[in-house]
């Protein structure tokens, strides 16, 4: 594969310092334990009620009902398919916040190259697709993170560029970082920068689901990910013309120096 050309010089936002390990985190832990069963039972056994009553009424009743009131029903169940499915998302924004960090090096080249092949195998039309990925791009981090990081990168990439003529997705390093910023570009429908501080929000989507679906939580765990391994991760793009996600997963050796000082 060939090796792409740096995109622009990215610019991004102080990161938010957040707090260590210690007391804190054991505490945060089990605040964290606590929110996923409140989620896990408390907020499914009403939704369960309103689904069972739901779907009781329509079996039982439907054939007496006029359609409209068989939509009205209807549209009760898919709304609560939907809640399930945030609830599900929520357990796992969750649960990566108790999954142990273990960096080691890995080779984010092979990594992202195999994930896209894996993301690749489930579309139609992904011949059509280019995909360039670095040589030699590697990191210290957690390889299972940082999988799921490349997963949804490189899946939006894929998704968002399928509609264009001739899809190009790419994924390097921007030459001359301290600390390494990769990136993950498509020419795809980018979006409008305007809106570019909802990006990593919890259910929050920037395109229509009946145009690109998606759950909208995908970003919200990648921000997770990479700020616990002491990065930040930020976006440029233009409407129609693609985007470009940038990220870190260290600090940038000076602050590394200034912090052990």
């Not at 606590?34 to 989620?39: C, N």
């Not at 609560?80 to 142990?100: I, K, Y």
């Amino acid at each position: 594969m060939s090796t792409p050309g740096d995109p622009p010089s990215p610019t991004s936002p102080r990161p938010a310092r957040h707090p260590g390990g210690g007391v804190g985190r054991v505490t945060g832990l089990g605040e964290q334990a606590s929110l996923q069963h409140a989620i896990s039972h408390d907020l499914r056994a009403p939704l369960r009620v309103v689904e069972g009553f739901t779907r009781i009424l329509k079996e039982d009743y439907g054939t007496q009902l006029d359609a409209q009131a068989n939509q009205h029903l209807d549209r009760v169940l898919a709304a609560a398919e939907r809640m399930n499915a945030m609830v599900d998302a929520m357990l796992a924004q969750a649960h990566l916040s108790c999954t142990p960090l273990e960096r080691r090096a890995v080779d984010v080249s092979a990594l992202a190259r195999e994930v896209a092949r894996e993301q690749m195998g489930v579309l139609n039309g992904s011949g059509q697709i280019e995909l360039v990925v670095a040589e030699g791009l590697t990191a210290q981090a957690d390889p299972g993170l940082l999988r799921r990081v490349l997963e949804n990168l490189i899946g939006n990439a894929l998704k968002y560029s399928a509609k264009v003529a001739a899809p190009q997705v790419n994924v390097g390093i921007v030459a001359g970082t301290d600390p390494n910023v990769f990136f993950v570009r498509d020419n795809g429908a980018g979006f409008d920068m305007e809106h570019a501080n909802k990006l990593f929000g919890m259910f929050q989507r920037l395109h229509s689901a009946k145009d690109f679906p998606g759950s909208g939580v995908g970003l919200a765990a990648v921000q997770h990910i990479v700020r616990r391994h002491g990065g930040r991760i930020w976006a440029e793009a233009q409407l129609g013309q693609g985007a470009c996600f940038f990220f870190t997963l260290d600090a940038s050796r000076h602050h590394q120096r200034r912090t052990r000082r």
